[in-house]
């Protein structure tokens, strides 16, 4: 089966400036690849996604990229600020996960400094 | 819209016994997956149901079990509970198109076994 590995497991940066968590997984066959940001006590969200057909996709601060190649995705989150505190995962899956499940990685905490 | 629920939110139980969780889908939405969210193994797929059939699983033990009924709904249920059942249980909604789509978590049911 799909096994997605995430790094790092914790990330500490300066508000302000540019955070990046990598992920890497296993099935040539996966295809759609979500991040969720889960804070204390709450429901994972969906930031935002990529598909297999596109290599990065952008959304305000919040970017991805996917290197289908060499089975790896990247979140970037640029100007940030103390609300972006939060665990964040990434996932895989074939078929976007309504079918056949969502993959997680272990999850990143990312600490933002003031 | 509203988005997905899950009831309880919280539940203690005694080893040995089996309890019954319930997610209400997103109206529109016609899969529903489970999954299981520890400290140590992250979250975990359990199971997805679509149009009142279960259409994939993942590693768990038959202890753990699901319905979906005709409005969506879903149910799981987890017999002859043991101490490492206890975690959050959350589930997620989506159309289910297998061509992928966006999957929106529930607020989660947390499980504590005794």
């Known amino acids: 089966g799909e096994n997605v590995e995430q790094h790092p497991s914790t990330l500490s940066v300066q508000e302000g400036d540019s955070a990046v968590i990598k992920c890497t997984y296993s099935?040539?066959?996966?295809?759609?690849f979500p991040w969720y940001k889960q804070e204390l006590g709450k429901r994972p969200q969906l930031i935002i996604d990529?598909?297999?057909?596109?290599g990065e996709k952008k959304d305000q601060r919040i970017a991805v990229t996917l290197n289908k190649t060499a089975k790896h995705f990247s979140l970037h989150i640029t100007e940030t600020q103390p609300e972006d505190s939060a665990v964040y995962f990434c996932?895989?899956?074939?078929?976007?996960?309504?079918?056949?499940?969502?993959?997680f990685g272990k999850g990143t905490h990312l600490i933002i400094q003031p | 819209k509203a988005g997905v629920t899950q009831t309880p939110r919280y539940l203690i139980k005694t080893r040995g016994q089996q309890v019954t969780l319930s997610c209400s889908p997103i109206?529109?939405?016609?899969?529903v997956s489970w999954y299981q969210q520890t400290p140590g193994q992250g979250l975990q797929f359990l199971f997805e149901?679509?149009?009142?059939?279960?259409?994939n699983k993942g590693n768990f033990p038959g202890r753990f079990s699901g319905r979906q009924f005709s409005n969506s709904r879903s149910e799981m249920n987890v017999s002859t509970l043991e101490l490492g059942d206890s975690a959050l249980y959350l589930c997620?909604?989506?159309?289910?198109?297998?061509?992928?789509?966006?999957?929106?978590f529930g607020p989660g049911t947390r499980l504590t076994v005794t």
């Open positions: 997620a909604s989506s159309f289910g198109s297998l061509k992928g789509d966006e999957q929106y």
């Open positions: 099935d040539s066959a996966s295809n759609y």
């Open positions: 990529i598909r297999s057909n596109v």
């Open positions: 996932a895989a899956s074939r078929t976007g996960g309504g079918a056949d499940g969502l993959t």
């Open positions: 109206s529109g939405h016609r899969s």
């Open positions: 149901y679509f149009s009142e059939t279960q259409r």
